[in-house]
Structure formats: C-alpha cells, structure tokens
C-alpha cells in the first residue's frame, strides 16, 4: 500500500474510505456525547505558541528522553486495540513503522498479533505491551510471562476501563454486541473487497492473547465481547501493588486524569504515569487531557508524566512537553494511518510528526525538544479560559531560556 497524505487528517479521510463503516466508526468514535472527545483535541487549539525569532539555529535534535530511553522522537505508538482488523497484519506493520523511526510500539493488550507474533515477524525494535487485569488473575500472570518473554521494557496498566463507556456508534452499528458476523455487517465488509482481501489474506482474525482458547469464543467477535465482559471491575490500587511486585520492568499507570490519582500513582511507587481519558471513549464529560497536565505535574512533581488524547499535530506534541510531558502516545493518528496505508501509512503519519514538530520548534526559536522541556510552560500562552489560565501562570520559567515578552 502506498501513502499520500499532507496530514493526520488526510489519514482519516482515506481510512473511513478504505474502512467497513462498523470499523472506522469503532476507530473515530467516543463516548455518548462525544464531549471529552472533542475538548481533547479542541482544548489544544486554545494554547497559542510563542515565535521567537534571529535565535541563530542549528539543525533541530528531535531526540527526546522518556520511559527510560533517549528515543529519536518525542512521541511513540500508543495502545490501540484490534489494529489487525484495520489492515492486515496491523499491529507488525505499525511495529515496523515506529522501530524504523527509532521509536517504541505498544501492543494493546486486545490486538490480533501477539507479542509473540511481532518478535517473529522480525520486529526487534523496543515493544511495550498494554494489559487489562482480567478476573482470572492466572490469565494477568500469562501475560506478564509472555511480556517478559518477548523483552517488553515498559507495562502500561490501563485502568479507566472499570467498565467500557457507552459507545453510540457502536451500538448503532451493532459492534461489541454482535459475537459472529451478521448479514448486515457482511454486506458492510462485501462493500469494502480491497480491506477485505487485506485482512482476510493475513488469516483468521482473533485475539493473540487468548489464541488456542476456545473459553473465549470461536471468532474475534466472540472474543472481544468476552474480554471486555472479564476485564475486572473491582480492580483497585491493591491491585496496583500486585502488579508492581511481579512485574520487574518498568511500568506506568494509563488513564490518570486527576492530581491526586497522580499523586496516589506515585506512592504505588510505578515509574511513570500517562495522563489519558482513553481518548474521550470512556467517562464523557471527563475534562481534556491537555488540561489536566499542568495541574498533575504539579501534583504528581518528581513523578514521570506521559500524555495522549487528541494528539493530531506537531504542534500538539509540542504543546504537551511545554506542560510538562516526558513523552506523548499516539493513538488514533497512527490508527488511521495504518488504515490508510498499511506500514507506510504508520511511517508517513511519524515522518509528518516529526516534520511538524522539526518546523515548530525553528520557528519558536528552539533548536532541541531538551531546549523546549527546559522553556517549559513558558513556551505557550493559554487563551482566556476559566480554570485553563490560571494554571498556566507564567512561572519565570523553569530553564535558562529567555522568558517572552
Ligand atoms: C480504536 C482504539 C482502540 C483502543 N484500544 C485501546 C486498548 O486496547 N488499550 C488501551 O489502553 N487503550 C486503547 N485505546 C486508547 C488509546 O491508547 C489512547 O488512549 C487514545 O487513543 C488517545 O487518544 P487519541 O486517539 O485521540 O490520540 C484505544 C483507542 C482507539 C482509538
């Protein structure tokens, strides 16, 4: 597959095209009212960067230290569960696409591919791997072992899904609910024959994790109804503290969203946390993950501090690190990508980040993604808003750079 798109958006337009309609929504979809969906990326647009000019620039280092690791690019591949119904082979082909951008891919936990799959498949760059503890606390210690197995470096407990938000588009379409393939869903597949044969080609789709387990259904439908059905809902930071005792690497807790979850995350003693509203699917109404940032770096200080939700641009990843992310995950951009074109789909949405956060960054007269964490907050201004401004106080800045005028 080739890619020709200008932007994440143009990724988006392609995919609903090339996508069943039951799939594009599942991708493009939130919750209910779709609110927080839309403050994640609305809310970005309220922060105003500042151009700074004759800053005498050298090449822009893109390079960025997260998680550990000094990666080529500040943002990596979030979670984002079923990419191999997107395209045929999804979760390699994204892999791919990130390790040859010198950055990590994290495998959702409901992916078709398994960790296993991926190593296989020569992706031997660096995997992280997304886990839902299940009621079957046995399955959750599978998991790990795989995890290990496969040299995952970092865990991402995601723990906003204590139940799946109400997702309209899903139940118009008849997703989640339906456990094998109806009439109406098979005309919506015989309508799109090139994904068809896409996906088809790369065998029977199921979930990676639960292959060979026939508890869990006979198809990825069935599966998929099933996992959501186990994930459990009474987990709690004991669980935390579990799971920080059997799992040696690093970890992060994904879906903090107030300070003092971030500041109970810390005691739990994980290395990082990703500030995350699982991209406006779950709570609706839940406020921006921008938003949300400074207020939990403050709280959370010393504490690692990753985002997602909303990201579209270079400017949102910029944006992001101003206030005090380490690091950002993509999520549906690359989703699209991988939609609309396969591994050079994924590699192409990557090389427009880059590009975009390479000219952002000349053009505020940075010269490095270490240059701008330093500026920190005082890279951006934020539009009058109740409760957006005030915790962005200009706080003098946290480096050496030159506080704007
Ligand atoms: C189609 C889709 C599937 C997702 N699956 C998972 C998942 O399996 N596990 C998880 O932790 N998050 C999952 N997420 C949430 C993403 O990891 C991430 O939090 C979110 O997509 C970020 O918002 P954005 O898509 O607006 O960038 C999923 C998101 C989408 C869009």
New binding site residues.
Partial sequence: MTAHFANVEDARRIARRRLPKIFFD??DGGSSAETTLEA?TGDFARLRLHQRVLAGLAPRDLSSEYLGQRQRLPFML?????LGLFAGRGEILAARAAHAAGIPACL???SIASLDDLRRAGCDGPLHF?L?VLKDRGLATEFLAAAERAGVETL?L?VDTAVTGIRERDARNGFRAAVRIGPRMGLGFAMRPAWAFDVMRAGRPGVGAVRGRAEFGANILAQAATLSRLIDPTLSWADVDWLRERWRGRMTI?GILHPQDAVRAKAAGVDAIVV?N????QLDGARSTISALPGIVRAAEGLEVLL????RRGTDVVKALALGASGV?????Y?WGVAAGGEAGAARVIALLAEEIDVTLALMGLSSVDALKRLGRDALTALDEPGFTDRLAPTGGRGSAPSPV
């Fill in positions: 599942y991708i994640n979030g979670p984002v569960g079923f959702s936990n409901f997304q839902y991402h995601t994904k995350s699982h991209g406006g699917r997602d939700g909303g990201v995950l993509l999520g549906r951009a989703a």
